[in-house]
């Protein structure tokens, strides 16, 4: 069964601190999304790796793919407030069938 | 925003009674998913089109099914609804025209939460 964990699933941290979201995936997989969703809200697509050793980064977060490890992390760098929101990594073992992680709930406090 | 429509928004029925959920978009995208959201699970798969009335299922099927006459629209029925189906719901759409399925970036619909009671 393929599975997609996220950690921590719970992340409560200062603004201006530096932290990291891991996303460990048990089958081979070249494709990692990453996404945002606010509360109450919709799911807002922010990276898209598509190979081994893929880096993106948008404002104070970057991502990036490790896929003989199965590994991709989210690193935030000097949290604001407006960073809080609950980030979901998927994977895409065949095409068009994303399975998702559990997601991890980022609160930036003040 | 890419164009994701879906009705109704919210909705309360009961056990037994069936219940369809629509998904509209207007960009013309091939491939279209609906997703159930529920706490400590993330999203899962309920089914996928990747065509007009071509249709898959995913990985939590059981009591759902689907039909795509059209490109715009997907529809999501449960035939009988359950408690267990209380959810929030999502349809996806990917497959932008000319992309060629280079990858699957996938855009999702505001939304629709059930209730079953």
């Known amino acids: 069964e393929l599975k997609v964990e996220q950690n921590p699933l719970f992340l409560s941290m200062q603004e201006g601190k530096n932290y990291t979201i891991y996303c460990n995936y048990s089958t081979t997989s070249d494709r990692l999304y990453w996404y945002r969703q606010d509360p109450g809200k919709s799911l807002e697509s922010l990276f898209v790796l598509l190979s081994n050793g893929a880096v993106k980064q948008e404002g104070r977060l970057m991502a990036s793919l490790d896929t003989k490890a199965r590994l991709s992390t989210l690193h935030i760098t000097a949290a604001v407030h407006d960073l809080s929101a609950t980030y979901f990594c998927a994977v895409e073992p065949d095409t068009g069938k994303l399975i998702f992680g559990q997601g991890t709930t980022l609160q930036v406090k003040p | 925003d890419a164009g994701i429509t879906q009705s109704p928004r919210h909705k309360v029925t009961e056990t037994g009674t069936p219940v369809t959920l629509r998904c509209h978009q207007t960009?013309?995208?091939?491939?279209m998913y609906w997703y159930r959201q529920d706490p400590g699970h993330g999203l899962r798969l309920i089914h996928y089109s990747y065509g007009v009335k071509d249709t898959d299922k995913g990985e939590v099927s059981d009591g759902y099914s689907v039909s795509r006459s059209k490109t715009e629209d997907f529809l999501l029925t449960l035939e009988s609804a359950t408690s267990s189906q209380t959810s929030v719901y999502f349809c996806?759409?990917?497959?932008?025209?000319?992309?060629?399925?280079?990858?699957?970036?996938?855009?999702f619909g505001p939304g629709t939460r059930l209730t079953v009671l």
């Open positions: 996806a759409i990917s497959g932008r025209p000319g992309t060629g399925g280079s990858h699957n970036e996938q855009f």
């Open positions: 960009e013309n995208h091939r491939y």
